[in-house]
């Protein structure tokens, strides 16, 4: 079944920056969309971006909170999605997932904490 296995989170500072990395096994990465979603203390787990299979496009979608600042990206040659994060804002501390939603099964990460705080 598919494996997801997240990296690159951390304590940064507000006005920081972190690139998550999300390796991908065990399943056809390039032919599903991908994304990230993250959860706060005390908060649901809510969806941050999107972004389409290769033959789809690769085409991105944001939250509105995280517009303009984070940047979803996929490389297939080495099975990883990324994100970006800019301008972070102690209200983006949370644990980040991705997610694959496949034909077997949809698959969570075991998620990686980003914290945003001086």
């Known amino acids: 079944q598919a494996q997801l296995v997240e990296s690159g989170g951390g304590l940064v500072q507000p006005g920081g920056s972190l690139r998550l990395s999300c390796a991908a096994s065990?399943?056809?990465?390039?032919?599903?969309?991908m994304r990230w979603y993250r959860q706060a203390p005390g908060k649901e787990r809510e969806w941050v971006a999107s972004?389409?299979?290769?033959?789809?496009?690769?085409?991105?979608n944001y939250a509105d909170s995280v517009k303009g600042r984070f940047t979803i990206s996929r490389e297939h040659a080495k099975s990883t999605l990324y994100l970006q994060m800019n301008s972070l804002e102690p209200e983006d501390t949370a644990v980040y997932y991705c997610?694959?939603?496949?034909?077997?099964?949809?698959?969570w990460g075991q998620g990686t904490q980003v914290t945003v705080s001086s």
């Open positions: 065990e399943f056809a990465f390039r032919n599903y969309p």
């Open positions: 997610n694959a939603l496949t034909p077997t099964g949809t698959y």
């Open positions: 972004i389409t299979s290769a033959s789809s496009g690769g085409i991105a």
